[in-house]
């Protein structure tokens, strides 16, 4: 398994920006998919975003596309995920996410059991 610490969480007035990171340890992620979910007060974790290992295919949640974008540094071994045009609903608890393969399906990338390795979260908090 990977060691993964997310940060750059805060609080953003509604239409703000946030970049989170997530760096990892004890594996390369250059083989690894990586994904981005988010957990709501009262409500059960839901996906966000993916990208494969080499940053070409990418998915998103219909709530988000179009205003987050993942990335990724593999050199860094990084994954970014950046938020634009912030809106309440968006707070929550994110968490970045490994998974062992390189490549997902739509379907694998927004099912956290294809994920063997977490991180802690990071709050995110907008005010309205």
């Known amino acids: 398994q990977v060691q993964l610490v997310e940060a750059g969480g805060g609080l953003v007035q509604a239409g703000g920006s946030l970049r989170l990171s997530c760096a990892a340890s004890g594996r390369t992620l250059r083989r690894s998919a990586m994904g981005w979910f988010r957990q709501a007060p009262g409500k059960e974790r839901e996906f966000v975003a993916a990208l494969s290992w080499s940053g070409g295919i990418a998915y998103y949640t219909d709530s988000v596309n179009g205003r987050f974008t993942i990335s990724r540094d593999n050199a860094k071994n990084t994954v970014y995920l950046q938020l634009n045009s912030l809106k309440p609903e968006d707070t929550a608890v994110y968490y970045c996410?490994?998974?062992?393969?390189?490549?997902?399906?739509?379907?694998?990338?927004?099912?956290?059991?294809?994920?063997?390795?977490w991180g802690q979260g990071t709050q995110v908090t907008v005010s309205s």
């Open positions: 996410a490994a998974s062992p393969r390189a490549m997902l399906t739509s379907a694998q990338a927004m099912a956290a059991v294809d994920y063997d390795s």
